[in-house]
């Protein structure tokens, strides 16, 4: 059986990816040599074991996998929940600030957070935030892309996505990179999640258009109803009359969402 310094230290050898540039940026948990990074025991990573005893609810455990997030974020996916650590504290502030607003608001078609730490000084560095965990829609094997998605889903995902905008919308922020990416499941709900590019509504929004573009380039193959609703949807200026918009096209053509 491994001590808690020998499990601190496999968790942090299964986190160096690419080898190891990232994973040292996002927390204190490495030495360099001979050009390799080398897993070591620290602060930073006893109270990531904390953060991954609180949320497992059966003590210590390994990643299903870990992989990086827009280059900045290691992603470390365990069997019910996943911790996001953080490259910089100014990514963590925006992406806390937007999931906290979006508990606040009970909104069930964005990720949930559970749980955070965010700790820099002399002794620790780490910035995380664990969520709930959902299967994507797009999902990657090596260069292989593949999209789970049928024709006759996209009315319920833009409905929900529409939700999920219309409610960061509501707070001041845009989701800043609204593709199906970063858009996944949990239970029968479509949920939205990977807020690293968000901003400020004031500057910038384009959530909508960002949905309506990249379903238009996954989908290969488009029914005339599903096409005819991506047009009339791609009207909306913003994420009100986006909602309206899906309502007004699913009732006239007796669409269930």
Partial sequence: MLSRKQFGISIIQKCLLDDGYLTPRCIDCSVRKDRKFIAKYTPSVEILLKVIEQN?????????????????????????????????????????????CAYESKCNFIVKMNDWVSIEDEK???????????????????N???????????FKLFHDIGMALDTIHDYGYTQGDCTLDNIGRIDDRFVLFDFNCTGKIEYRNDDVAFLVRSTNFNLKEMNQKVKGFLTYVSLAKNSNTFLSYIEQYCDEYDIVI
């Fill in 56 to 100: 497992s609810g059966k003590g210590l455990i390994l990643p299903e996998k870990v992989v990086s997030s827009s280059g900045s974020v290691l992603v470390m996916v365990f069997d019910n929940f996943v911790i996001k650590l953080f490259q910089n504290l100014k990514t963590f502030d925006k992406v806390f600030t937007v999931l906290d």
């Fill in 124 to 142: 620790v560095r780490i910035h995380a935030i664990v969520t709930e965990k959902l299967t994507p829609i797009v999902t990657y094997t090596g």
């Fill in 144 to 154: 292989d892309r593949k999209l789970d998605l049928k024709n006759n889903e996209i």
